[in-house]
């Protein structure tokens, strides 16, 4: 089905979000929408759902049209559109059956009885459809994270075959490790492959390079590139996001192993950690690739001193280090956790006072708190877009969120700086000024130790790549061997 938007229009209040913003699908396609944070592409998927009206435009689905000022989200689902968001929407304490029939309705027979054999049957053959190996009785919350996503869009299009129906993914793989979102991925693209239409957006470059067809690129409202039946490099895009050419980043040069080790990890025990040695240096970028479950966030939260080890050795430029996050920190030990919301930043606070938390202590003068006049400094250092150091975080986009909570732990100038998950969910502009600003660090003779499913950002960041494996280090990898597809065999045991 063909899905067209004309001259899409958008204010809130002085910002104008769209501004004669357009794009095209065509049928059994997947089209990729793209731009970073404050492009529109959110305002123009928020208007095709309904839960934003446009000012002005057109919107065109299949042989039906509306002005955008008139659309709603009635209208585009009795028009096919179908959605899965990033929340799925499913119970995990409920079946997959369940899940489904709250969706779509109960079968019921005599007195109202639910004919649970005729749900079951219906829900078995979408099951097999769309190759969710699962029985319908399963409970959602034992399926496999690529199950569920595939489970939501099996859902929202149970009520046809999808051939007419438009599925529109927003950011699919973002909670998802490299694994489970190659299975996802590839099921989409057999989906699309036999009449399927789908719209994706997504951060993850190489992802969606691997499966979509077409491209559409918005920056400040507008359409800037519309590639159909292409083939763009990641830098070609990302050059249609900035309005710029791509700054090439030279990976860091390997490292010739006589600097000072940082990082000493000796027989570490403790949780899922089975006896972990591990050594950083300074100036290197060591990434830690393992599976969940693995051991590998809590490898960074034993080091960091959140958990206690039940046997082992930590050492920090060969002193051993003394438990508790104060000790750590006052080491020199900078941690930036996984959930930055819940355990990283201050959400109720302004950048300037998030910026601000790591240093108090320096700004506490006779007995009173002084103003942090470095902030607007450490807001241009690392490229964080906000209208100033006094706007409230939960204001920026994720990207922004997250080069704020690095900035706060690297003005302290660490000594290790722990990473877990550094770029999940932020747009790609925001992943490279965080990578350079890792990157800069290392420089300085910082031991970086950095955690991430993501294994194409572990082999363009690190210097080398140990593997984690039910809570063991089974192997490093660097040079020639450092790629997606060797770290991928290695995690999932294909490899020794």
Known sequence: MTVRLENLSKTFGATRALDGAGLELRPGTVHALLGGNGSGKSTAIKILAGAYQADGGTIHIGAQSWPAAGYDAKAGWSAGLRFVHQDL???????????FALDHGWPRGRGGRIKWGELRQRVAQLLAVYGISADPSTVVGRLRPAQRTMLAIARAVQDHDGADRVLILDEPTAALPQHESEILLQAVRRRADQGQTVLIVSHRMQEVLSICDDFTVFRDGRTVANLVAAEPTEDELISHMTGAPVTVHEPAPARAGDTEPILEVQGLTGGPLDGVDLTVRAGEIVGVAGLVGSGRTSLL?????????????????????????????????AYLPE???????????????????????????RGRMAPDTEAENLVSTYRVRTPSADAAFLSLSGGNQQKVVLARWLRRDPRLLLLDEPTQGVDIMSRRDIYAA?????????????????????????????????GRIVTDVSGDALTADHLTALTQGVLR
């Open 301 to 333: 939260k034993t080091v960091f001193g959140e958990h206690a080890p039940a046997t082992g050795t930590i050492a920090l430029s060969g002193v051993p280090a003394a438990a508790g996050i104060p000790n750590r920190m006052a080491a020199g030990v």
């Open 438 to 470: 890792i990157r800069q660090a290392s420089a300085r003779g910082c031991a970086v130790l950095v955690v991430s499913s993501d294994f194409v950002e572990l082999t363009e960041l690190c210097d080398r790549v140990t593997v984690l494996r039910r």
């Open 89 to 99: 929407g499913l119970f995990d304490e409920l079946s997959i059956a369940e899940n």
């Open 339 to 365: 959930d930055r919301l819940g355990e990283a930043a201050l959400n109720d606070l302004t950048v300037r006072e998030n910026l601000s938390a790591a240093v108090l202590p320096r700004l506490w003068r």
